[in-house]
């Protein structure tokens, strides 16, 4: 993942690599999760960010590494 700027707007860039299995059907159902989830996870960050359960509060930003 990379935050990059295009502009005045900051993204995430992110870039995954998922073996699929060998098998057609069964690679076919791998993609087919694969874009549901990623729909989910789209949906919950961009527009609605506490809709994934346990992810509404975020103690770590704004605390400092010892």
Do not use: F, W
Not at 10 to 18: F, G, H, P, T
Not at 37 to 53: H, K, Q, T, W, Y
């Amino acid at each position: 993942m990379t935050r990059t700027r295009a502009a005045d707007v900051e993204y995430a860039e992110v870039v995954i690599r998922i073996p699929l299995h060998r098998n057609d059907n069964t690679a076919r159902r791998q993609l087919a999760i694969l874009v549901r989830l990623l729909g989910d996870l789209l949906d919950a960050v961009v527009i609605r960010p506490r809709s994934l359960p346990g992810h509404g509060e975020r103690p770590a930003i704004g605390r400092r590494a010892a």
